[in-house]
């Protein structure tokens, strides 16, 4: 069973910075991809970024130019720089992985990302 623990998440200022981590541990399997997703009051889970094994990384338009996903595949991390926090940013960040041929997706406890003044 893979289990995603989170970390960094917290309040900030508009304008501000945050960095989140997750560390996957517990697979068998290789994790192909892993990425950030979030999830406001009264809206749908959206994907923020995520990064394949080979670094190949996708985010969404929304936080293109603001938010960097890097990942260290020798410890099973993933990291999301969010720079130019906005107050739309404010979420709950799911950590997610895909692991193994069948790309079965496991999911973190998320953390609470709150932008205000």
């Known amino acids: 069973q893979v289990q995603l623990v989170e970390s960094g998440g917290g309040l900030v200022q508009p304008g501000g910075s945050l960095r989140l981590s997750c560390a996957a541990s517990?697979?068998?399997?290789?994790?192909?991809?892993m990425g950030w997703y979030r999830q406001a009051p009264g809206k749908q889970r959206e994907l923020v970024a995520d990064i394949t094994s080979g670094d190949i990384t996708n985010y969404a338009d929304s936080v293109k130019g603001r938010f960097t996903i890097s990942r260290d595949n020798a410890k099973n991390t993933v990291y999301l720089q969010m720079n130019s926090l906005k107050p739309e940013d404010t979420a709950v960040y799911y950590c997610n992985a895909a692991v193994g041929m069948s790309l079965r997706n496991y999911w973190g406890q998320g953390t609470q990302v709150t932008v205000s003044s």
């Open positions: 517990g697979s068998r399997f290789r994790i192909n991809v």
